[in-house]
């Protein structure tokens, strides 16, 4: 993102939910002090870790940023892995209008307590698998929202919030997907990100929002990958090696959603970031989206 925003003029905005959390730059791989003064960045670090925001919540404020870069003649770039707040952006949402019914989510509330997570998410993934493929099993609120909002209306949410691939979108926009041929160097970069994470000193990140009682019942910093998983470890119900490597599983099974996501945009720009086994460098990526953005 980086690298095109030099070449295109552009400034990079956060597509991560979880990037948009004060003292959480480590665990959700934000962009370093030196890398935001390469270009202009925003959306990070901008709200509390104790409060909630949605998709509708990120909508909003990261709307008007993107209006305000177009102004000033420059190209907003949208980075990150969260499928659906990018969607928030570019499509009309009818999240905030739809119906609720408190009996229905008390009875999937009921499910989560007495089922466990897994199988509420279950349910979500027999009637709207783009919404169980963009939430977090864990996320249990979210989930509920999604099922409920199914209950209530017989449409997905995917469908009820009008984010689907065929939706006319806001702003004449590319959306552009880096994808690998080779998943064993997938899960291999998996794995080296969370050990530079360990040596950048995640583990005392975390701590800090564990002791500010962040890390509790449904707030979001609980729910976010490379944090939730050092929760036994502060209980001293497992080792810091059982949890570290939780985070690279459970980091692997969230690229296994962002793909199936991704393939949701049959239009959308796929570039290879590997070739033949290797990484290929970010300019050299760089220079191919470019290029094929002036083909387009």
Avoid at 101 to 118: I, T, W
Wanted: proline share 5%; charged share 20%; net charge negative.
């Amino acid at each position: 993102a980086i690298a095109l925003a030099q070449r295109l003029y552009g400034e990079v905005i956060s597509n991560d939910s979880m990037q948009i959390y004060k003292g959480m730059l480590i665990g959700t791989a934000a962009p370093t002090k030196a890398e935001m003064e390469t270009v202009p960045h925003h959306m990070i670090g901008a709200v509390s870790p104790g409060t909630d925001f949605s998709c509708a919540d990120y909508a909003a404020m990261a709307a008007p940023i993107a209006d305000e870069i177009l102004s000033r003649g420059k190209l907003p770039i949208f980075c990150g892995g969260t499928g659906l707040y990018l969607d928030a952006v570019l499509y009309e949402s009818g999240l905030s209008h739809s119906p609720g019914d408190p009996m229905v989510r008390a009875a999937f509330e009921a499910v989560a307590l007495e089922k466990g997570a897994d199988a509420l998410h279950q349910l979500l993934a027999v009637v709207d698998p783009v919404s169980a493929a963009a939430i977090h099993p864990n996320n249990v609120r979210r989930v509920i929202r999604a099922l409920e909002i199914y209950e209530t209306t017989g449409i997905p949410k995917s469908q009820f919030d009008g984010l689907t691939p065929g939706a006319q979108a806001k702003y004449d926009c590319t959306r552009v997907v880096l994808s690998f041929s080779s998943r064993a160097l997938v899960y291999a970069r998996i794995d080296q990100r969370v050990d530079e994470m360990m040596e950048a000193g995640l583990l005392a990140e975390v701590e800090v929002l564990y002791k500010a009682g962040l890390l509790q019942g449904e707030s979001p910093a609980a729910q976010a990958i490379g944090y939730k998983e050092f929760l036994p470890y502060f209980a001293r119900e497992c080792t810091l090696d059982a949890a570290v490597e939780a985070v690279r599983r459970n980091t692997r099974r969230y690229a296994k959603r962002q793909i199936t996501w991704m393939r949701r945009y049959p239009d959308a720009l796929e570039v290879q970031a590997d070739r033949h086994g290797q990484m290929r460098s970010t300019g050299e990526v760089a220079e191919e989206v470019c290029q094929r953005l002036c083909m387009a």
